[in-house]
């Protein structure tokens, strides 16, 4: 089982930035796709950007140019880079790890959140 442990949200005004981390552990075969989701009140979970064990990555339309994914493997650790911030990017944000036990079953993880907040 691995656990998931973010950190780095808090308020921010637009334009600024902030860096999430995030720190995956416990016993597992391999962390294969890593990503940041989020969700705002009243809205569904939307995928933010994911990495792959490789180091393809993947952005929402609306922060490719602005946030950046990366990745530690050996550290399995996930980060995101959030630059030019904007309120619309106010939201709960939630790590997930996609995994292969050591069973060689595949499983996935989220961490417990954490808030982002973009005042105008």
């Known amino acids: 089982q691995v656990q998931l442990v973010e950190s780095g949200g808090g308020l921010v005004q637009a334009g600024g930035s902030l860096r999430l981390s995030c720190a995956a552990s416990g016993r597992f075969f391999s962390i294969n796709a890593m990503g940041w989701y989020r969700q705002a009140p009243g809205k569904q979970r939307d995928l933010v950007a994911s990495?792959?064990?490789?180091?393809?990555?993947n952005y929402l339309d609306s922060v490719k140019g602005r946030f950046t994914i990366s990745r530690d493997n050996a550290n399995n650790t996930v980060f995101l880079q959030m630059n030019v911030l904007k309120p619309e990017d106010t939201a709960v944000y939630y790590c997930?790890?996609?995994?292969?036990?050591?069973?060689?079953?595949?499983?996935?993880?989220w961490g417990q959140g954490t808030q982002v907040t973009v005042s105008s």
């Open positions: 990495i792959t064990s490789g180091g393809d990555t």
């Open positions: 997930n790890a996609r995994y292969t036990t050591r069973w060689y079953t595949s499983r996935d993880s």
